[in-house]
């Protein structure tokens, strides 16, 4: 069977489950969503798998059943952990310590977000460090330890700033190119 043709299933099929949880239908989403993952199973792509775990995994929570979802999303964890991605690793710890916190397990949810904060400061993301920032801000603030809480909001502020400031880098280059360009084209 043609790769490309898999691969186009499998977004066609992530595509639709999208659809239906921006509708509200989860359970189609949910259906949809072991549509993909038994294509990836059939490619034995690990990465896929576990992306599709981690979307189970939310859906099923946003459908109350919390405990079947964090299955779902540790059985992604320990395919991040054994091939070895760590950005997906990271973003992992730090949804699986969302979960926790948003049904009141604060101590599972501190645990997994220092985890998470610990490996997005090694991979250097400002962009997720902003998230296990966020992450860890609530849970200390749900525990009473403001100073600790105020130290994470305050990386929160620096990594959001660093991103904005990223993107306007980002915008500035691209205008510039474009400027340079246009320029280039008017003098032919």
């Known amino acids: 069977v043609n790769f490309k043709c898999f691969f186009f299933y499998f977004n066609g099929f992530n595509n639709i489950a999208a659809v239906y949880k921006k509708k509200g ?3 189609k989403a949910v259906e949809y969503c072991y549509k993909s993952l038994k294509m990836m199973e059939e490619l034995k792509d690990k990465k896929g798998i576990a992306t599709i775990y981690t979307n189970i995994g939310t859906l099923l929570v946003k459908k109350n059943e919390t405990e079947k979802g964090l299955e779902y999303m540790h059985k ?3 395919i991040k952990q054994e091939i070895n991605d760590q950005e997906g690793y990271a973003l992992s710890l730090n949804v699986i310590g969302n979960t926790y916190f948003s049904v009141g397990k ?10 998470a904060l610990r490996l997005n400061r090694e991979l250097g993301y400002p962009d997720h460090i902003r ?10 603030e749900k525990k009473g330890d403001y100073k600790k809480a105020l130290e994470m ?5 620096l990594m959001k700033d660093s991103v904005n400031n990223q993107e306007t880098r980002k915008a500035s280059v691209k205008n510039q190119l474009k400027y340079e360009y246009e ?3 008017a003098a032919d």
Not at 131 to 140: F, I, Q
Not at 153 to 157: A, D, K, Q, S, T
């Open 25 to 27: 239908d989860l359970n």
């Open 76 to 78: 992604s964890l320990l």
């Open 106 to 115: 604060t101590d599972k949810a501190l645990e997994f977000g220092l985890q």
């Open 131 to 140: 998230r296990s920032a966020e992450l860890l801000k609530n849970v200390y």
């Open 153 to 157: 909001h305050e990386l929160y502020v």
């Open 183 to 185: 320029k280039k084209a």
